[in-house]
C-alpha cells in the first residue's frame, strides 16, 4: 500500500473517531427563536409574524402568492386546497396566515392562547412550526 494512502486513512479514521458522538446539529428551540418577549411561549403574533417572514423566504418570485412546489413539505395538496378559497392552486400570505392560525388553535388545547414547548412538540405543534422555520 502506498504510504501516502495508508497516512490518509490513518487521518481520516482519527478525524472520524475523535468527533464526539454529540457533533450531531442541536435542534434549536423554537420558543427561544421566536418568543420576542421573552416570557417562554409564543402567542398568535409572534406565530404569525416569524409564518410572515416563512410566506417571504418560501416566495422567491415574490409575486405575493405560494404555490404547491413553494408549500413542498408544509402542506399536503389536500391541505393547501382547503385553505385555497378562490381555487387558484395558490396561498396568499392572508390565506397561508389562515392556516397558521388554525394549526396555533389545533395546537394550543388549553385555549390559554399561548404556546410552550410542550405543545410544540404534538403532532399538531409541529404542523404549525413547518409554516414558520
Request: net charge negative; no cysteine; glycine share 6%.
Amino acid at each position: 500500500m502506498n504510504s501516502h494512502l495508508f497516512i490518509g486513512l490513518l487521518l481520516a479514521a482519527a478525524v472520524a473517531f475523535s468527533s464526539p458522538a454529540s457533533a450531531a446539529p442541536k435542534r434549536v428551540d423554537p420558543v427561544k427563536m421566536f418568543d420576542t418577549d421573552n416570557d417562554g411561549t409564543l402567542d398568535l403574533m409572534e406565530v404569525k409574524k416569524a409564518a410572515s417572514a416563512m410566506f417571504a423566504k418560501l416566495d422567491p418570485d415574490r409575486d405575493g402568492t405560494l404555490d404547491a412546489r413553494e408549500l413542498r413539505g408544509r402542506l399536503t395538496a389536500k391541505e393547501l386546497a382547503a385553505a385555497d378559497p378562490d381555487r387558484d392552486g395558490t396561498l396568499t400570505l392572508d390565506e397561508y396566515l389562515a392556516v397558521v392560525e388554525q394549526r396555533f388553535n389545533a395546537a394550543n388545547p388549553d385555549k390559554d392562547g399561548t404556546l410552550d414547548a410542550k405543545e410544540l412538540a404534538t403532532p399538531a405543534g409541529r404542523a404549525l412550526l413547518r409554516l414558520m422555520k
